[in-house]
């Protein structure tokens, strides 16, 4: 599946970010998409991994955003700084 809309996090503080990926995928549920991508970038040179990356898996994780989603594939399109993600469909959207 190819993503129906993309988060581009570059530039942003943690917090910010973190508030950002949960509008993000809250209103892409409502919006009965199913795919989205969500972009951290790299990092800065000379860390290993950087920061919205490393904490993107944890925030994707917490009991508030993990009902939302079906699945992950990281590293989408061999882009290391993407992340693809299946939603469930929303309670009002048609089975």
Not at 36 to 63: C, F
Not at 84 to 94: F, I, Q
Request: proline share 4%.
């Amino acid at each position: 599946m190819r993503p129906e809309r993309t988060l581009d996090l570059h530039g942003r503080r943690v917090q910010d970010a973190h508030g950002a990926v949960r509008r993000f995928l809250h209103d892409a549920q409502g919006d009965g998409i199913r795919c989205v991508a969500i972009v951290t970038g790299k990092g800065s040179a000379g860390q290993e991994i950087g920061v919205l990356r490393r904490e993107l898996p944890h925030w994707l994780n917490a009991p508030e955003l993990r009902h939302l989603l079906l699945g992950a594939a990281h590293y989408a399109a061999g882009n290391p700084g993407a992340v693809v993600l299946l939603l469930r469909r929303g309670k009002g959207a048609g089975r």
